[in-house]
């Protein structure tokens, strides 16, 4: 059986790898703006400097895959969703952000926070869907670190233009990458494990320790295999 996933999980490399080839390269969010030829819709795959494939073959390994409008009536936009994650470059407080608005920045903020002893002050009012200005004036450089970790993170991303809704194509490919490359299901057998120091070991999400991603949802489900057929035919 582990076999058999590790050959998916080449395969699935192998389609990320065409992918980057179309895409001309990954990009970095910290040199990505909204003038560059976004498609409306699509999901998202990030890469950490550091953490490398080890078991499935060479490179990169993927960390952090997401999508977007799985909402009906939703309007949210590929670039919207990633310039969530990439937080400002202008204004009052350029280079920070908001990971109340952001998931991945909540979850990379509590890893950095409990690496590198961030102050008790903003551990206690971290997270939340909202918090008063002068909580928000006090984590500015909090989040300009994550800003930092976030936008140094290489990335691409694939066209899957669908309706928003819980059952569009972008859900479907999103749910089924994370499931197959997630090692929580795998913890005596990992595929690809993160190195020790990798960051995210230090994230309050005890799903993002043990899957080695930066996801929390579909980490602990079983993939269907049809989906590569499909993510082939996409690509």
């Not at 078991?55 to 990169?60: A, D, F, P, V």
């Not at 004036?137 to 800003?147: G, L, Q």
């Not at 066209?159 to 490359?181: Q, V």
């Not at 579909?218 to 082939?232: S, T």
Request: glycine share 8%; proline share 5%.
């Amino acid at each position: 059986m582990l076999n058999e996933v590790v050959r998916n999980i080449q395969l699935f490399y192998q389609l990320l790898d065409e992918l980057e080839r179309k895409n001309g390269g990954k990009c970095r969010l910290k040199d990505c703006d909204g003038y560059m030829a976004w498609p409306e819709r699509g999901v998202y795959f990030f890469f950490e400097p550091g953490e490398v494939r080890t078991t499935s073959g060479e490179g990169l390994r993927c960390v952090r895959i997401g999508t977007h409008a799985l909402k009906k009536n939703s309007n949210t936009t590929l670039w919207k969703r990633l310039r969530q994650h990439r937080g400002t470059t202008a204004g009052r407080n350029p280079g920070s952000g908001n990971h109340r608005g952001s998931v991945f920045r909540h979850h990379v903020g509590t890893a950095l926070m409990k690496r590198d002893d961030w102050p008790k002050e903003i551990e206690r009012n971290w997270g939340g869907s909202n918090a008063a200005r002068s909580i928000k004036k006090t984590e500015v450089p909090y989040e300009r670190a994550i800003s930092e970790y976030i936008g140094s993170m290489p990335f691409i991303w694939l066209e899957i233009e669908d309706e928003p809704g819980p059952k569009s194509l972008r859900g479907y490919i999103e749910r089924n990458i994370i499931a197959l490359l997630s090692n929580y299901q795998r913890t005596h057998n990992p595929v690809d494990p993160p190195r020790p120091n990798w960051l995210g070991l230090w994230a309050q999400n005890e799903k993002i320790r043990k899957s080695g991603l930066w996801n929390v949802n579909h980490v602990d489900e079983n993939f269907d295999q049809q989906f590569l057929d499909i993510l082939k035919t996409l690509i």
